[in-house]
């Protein structure tokens, strides 16, 4: 089974800020990997797929990239409305697997 | 727009059989597509249970196989989940959403097993 590590696992910044979140896959899945984000209480929002194709609707501070087994998630200026939990999904071989979660909350 | 919703018991005692069912509407699931029911247990991050494709096809998590069933029905566009032999770590919110990647979710149904 693919194991995906994320880090860090919480991170705290501020508006205006540029983070990357990092997922790392325990074997090459290609560019099989999806990213979500989900606030407390709230159902999960599906963000990116193929690693670096951004869902239509979700803003252009958002932006993924990497294949093999090294993705990056980046969001270019945080916004208040982005501090939340991301997780990543891969999509590459059942069964399908996220990662822990990365927590980003204000600094 | 695609919309997915959630039913069944919100509390399944220990040792039954956990039922959900998740309605589809906004797209036929007969034209293709798969299903998906994830979850989220209490403190703990998204775990996926399994999916289903329009065909019947199953693919379900190693760790829930020998307890788990999903199940399509076209003709009333849904799809269901069963679950034996719950325990208390199967308490968490059940989202059912369409897969592959999970684009659209249901709003989630928070079942609790308690003796």
């Known amino acids: 089974d693919i194991q995906l590590t994320q880090s860090p696992s919480f991170l705290s910044a501020s508006v205006g800020d540029r983070v990357t979140i990092t997922c790392r896959a325990s074997e090459d899945i290609s560019s099989y990997l999806a990213w979500y984000q989900q606030k407390p209480g709230k159902v999960p929002k599906f963000l990116i797929y193929?690693?670096?194709t951004v869902q239509s609707g979700v803003p252009s501070r958002f932006s993924g990239s990497g294949s093999g087994t090294e993705f990056t998630l980046t969001v270019s200026s945080l916004q208040p409305e982005d501090f939340a939990t991301y997780y990543c999904?891969?999509?590459?071989?059942?069964?399908?697997?996220f990662g822990q979660g990365t927590t980003l909350d204000i600094k | 727009q695609v919309q997915l919703q959630e039913s069944g018991p919100g509390l399944v005692k220990t040792s039954e059989t956990l039922s959900l069912t998740c309605g589809v509407s906004?797209?036929?699931?007969?034209?293709?597509?798969?299903w998906a029911w994830i979850r989220r247990a209490p403190g703990k991050g998204l775990e996926w249970i399994g999916s289903?494709?329009?065909?019947?096809?199953?693919y379900y998590n190693p760790s829930l196989e020998s307890r788990l069933k999903i199940t399509i029905d076209t003709s009333k566009n849904q799809f269901s989940l069963n679950l034996s032999s719950v325990t208390a770590a199967d308490t968490a919110v059940y989202y059912c959403?369409?897969?592959?990647?999970?684009?659209?979710w249901g709003q989630g149904t928070l079942v609790t097993v308690s003796s």
């Open positions: 959403s369409r897969g592959d990647p999970f684009d659209y």
């Open positions: 289903i494709y329009h065909t019947g096809s199953t």
């Open positions: 193929a690693a670096s």
């Open positions: 999904q891969q999509l590459s071989n059942y069964p399908y697997s």
């Open positions: 906004g797209y036929s699931i007969g034209r293709g597509a798969y």
